[in-house]
């Protein structure tokens, strides 16, 4: 985590795929899993980190931050999609967004304010 704090990502996701080779607790490997796809976010690489989330959130379905990340990259997808003109794809996006932020939000109800402001103002809830 340190090499990650200090933005040596090479490092950071060799130390992390080291650590899911020894570690066998799922409820480990989840947070494992969620801090890789955290360095992908970091790179810009949306579709591994996604892939990342979702397999953390198969090993502990209670990761309100993965949901959340999640939901952000959705979100920023539906942002893409309206910037290129696609109005259907983006609502398609924005509601998958939704979905994901209404669940982080459910197991962590004071968390992710500013998401559940966008909810409301975009009548999501």
Not at 8 to 15: K, R
Not at 35 to 48: A, V
Not at 51 to 72: D, G, H, K, S, T
Request: aromatic share 12%.
């Amino acid at each position: 985590m340190s090499a990650q704090a200090e933005g040596e990502y090479a490092e950071a996701l060799q130390n992390y795929y080291e650590a899911m080779r020894l570690e066998v607790d799922p409820y480990d490997r989840s947070y494992i899993l969620y801090n890789i796809g955290l360095i992908h976010t970091s790179n810009g690489e949306h579709t591994k980190a996604l892939e990342y989330y979702y397999q953390a959130l198969e090993r502990n379905p209670c990761l309100p931050q993965a949901l959340n990340n999640i939901a952000v990259i959705y979100h920023y997808r539906g942002e893409q999609a309206i910037e290129m003109g696609d109005a259907q794809a983006s609502e398609t996006l924005f509601n998958k967004a939704a979905d994901y932020w209404r669940e982080a939000i459910r197991l962590a109800p004071t968390n992710y304010i500013e998401a559940q402001n966008w909810l409301t103002i975009n009548e999501r809830l």
